[in-house]
Antibody, heavy 122, light 108 residues
């Protein structure tokens, strides 16, 4: 069974750093890409970017212009886990974050993680 | 960036009725790389339709997708109680991949 299991909810203060994870199982982790999707409270879905976990140097990474420089995506194929990280959180980063599996960089999102809720509040 | 506009914003229908949801793109979607997702409250979205008209695995045949170029539609032939949810379209042929704002299908 294909599964993407994400790390648990986080409560952080503005300016703090954060790294959330997404562990894939039940499929060949290095054959598929992982994308990240943001959903702010009560709002729609936003594509943040995509990474190819099969490259150890994480060279195949594309960010949405809206998120370029705001977050960093990475992956560790040895433990079939993808990551999304922030160096300095803002209140506006409060949202649900989903990792999703996609066969190629131009494929639909066929499996979704359960989501990680990030709350940033002073 | 391709902007996707979904209409209507909310659709109020009764179980058994037909639902037609629209997604219009600001420019032509490459190779009909258009998908539809369903999201229920408190759940992650799930893939319904890809390639504009192909149903994802396990999706009942009351869901159908059509369209090309800039205009796409998903139709639910007869609404079941579990179909009341928010539906999003997404284009995945051009970067950045973009989503529409969503259509909420609610019980009338």
């Amino acid at each position: 069974e294909v599964q993407l299991v994400q790390s648990g909810a986080e409560v952080k203060k503005p300016g703090e750093s954060l790294k959330i994870s997404c562990k894939g199982s039940g499929y060949s982790f290095t054959t598929y890409w992982i994308a990240w999707v943001r959903q702010m409270p009560g709002k729609g879905l936003e594509w943040m970017g995509i990474i190819y976990p099969g490259d150890s140097d994480n060279r195949y990474t594309t960010y949405s212009p809206s998120f370029q420089g705001q977050v960093t995506m990475s992956a560790d194929k040895s433990i079939t886990t993808a990551y999304l990280q922030w160096s300095s959180l803002r209140a506006s980063d409060t949202a649900m974050y989903y990792c999703v599996r996609t066969y190629t960089s131009a494929s639909p999102f066929d499996y979704w993680g359960q989501g990680t809720l990030v709350t940033v509040s002073s | 960036e391709i902007v996707l506009t979904q209409s209507p914003g909310t659709l109020s229908l009764s179980p058994g009725e037909r639902a037609t949801l629209s997604c219009r793109a600001s420019q032509s979607v490459t190779s009909s790389y258009l998908a539809w997702y369903q999201q229920k409250p408190g759940q992650a979205p799930r893939l319904l339709i890809y390639g504009a008209s192909s149903r994802a695995t396990g999706i009942p045949d009351r869901f159908s997708g059509s369209g090309s170029g800039t205009d796409f539609t998903v139709t639910i032939s007869r609404l079941e109680p579990e179909d009341f949810a928010v539906y999003y379209c997404q284009q995945y042929g051009s970067s950045p991949r973009t989503f529409g704002g969503g259509t909420k299908v609610e019980i009338k």
